[in-house]
């Protein structure tokens, strides 16, 4: 497998990100923060996983491949990256592909990982957590997570048992996407802003 972006080898570092189950690498949200970023020194690479390719090419919605072969792919993608450069590189993605590659952390030589909006549980299904593997984190993993989203929200991930090497970030009154009421004062545009901004600090911080 080869990412979506081409890399930009004038850059500092790899930011190599997956997106989310039922949307591709050229959502409106991955698009978003790959403009972003497109002034700063991060090089952000997008990737699709097979299934979502298979979907762009026929139209048709198709579920994600079995969760094995999802780290599979981006095992596949990472290798691919460290051969063309051997720059920093930060790897993440928008809830299940960032899922994914918390997954990966201490399998791969990656600086670390970033996610947008972790699935901490189904919506509505707080019980059944998809939080073993982050209680016990060998590299820093950041989560950067809307204050309302129905995957995990504040007050739920509050209450949960987390590796001291995860750091939280809150998007204000942000939903699974960062989009926030307008009642809130706060706009989607400034929250996915804050996103990409936190995510430059974490990286630029790293050495």
């Known amino acids: 497998m080869t990412p979506f972006d081409p890399l930009n080898l004038g850059k500092k570092y790899t930011l190599l990100l997956a997106h989310g189950a039922g949307a591709g690498a050229n959502s409106d949200f991955m698009q978003a923060l790959r ?12 990737f699709e996983f097979g299934y979502m390719q298979q979907m762009t090419e026929t139209g048709k919605r198709r579920p994600p491949s079995p969760f094995n072969q999802l780290i599979e792919q981006f095992s596949s993608v990472i290798a691919w990256c ?3 450069t051997s720059r920093p590189l930060w790897i993440g993605g928008k809830s299940m592909g960032g899922r ?27 019980d059944k957590l998809r939080t073993e593997h982050l209680q016990q984190i060998t590299k820093p993993l950041h989560i950067i997570q809307g204050e309302r989203d129905t995957f995990g929200s504040a007050a739920e991930v509050s209450e949960l048992t987390l590796d001291p090497g995860i750091e939280l970030h809150w998007i204000p009154d942000g939903d699974h996407s960062f989009k926030p009421r307008k009642r809130s004062g706060y706009t989607l545009p ?15 911080d790293s050495e």
């Open 35 to 46: 403009l972003a970023f497109e002034p700063s020194d991060i090089d952000l690479v997008r």
């Open 100 to 126: 994914v590659a918390s997954h990966l952390l201490g399998t791969s030589t990656v600086m670390g990982g970033i996610v947008y909006g972790y699935p901490f549980h189904p919506p509505g299904k707080p």
């Open 190 to 204: 400034s929250n996915l802003a804050m996103a990409a901004s936190i995510t430059q600090q974490i990286i630029l």
């Open 82 to 84: 460290q051969e063309q």
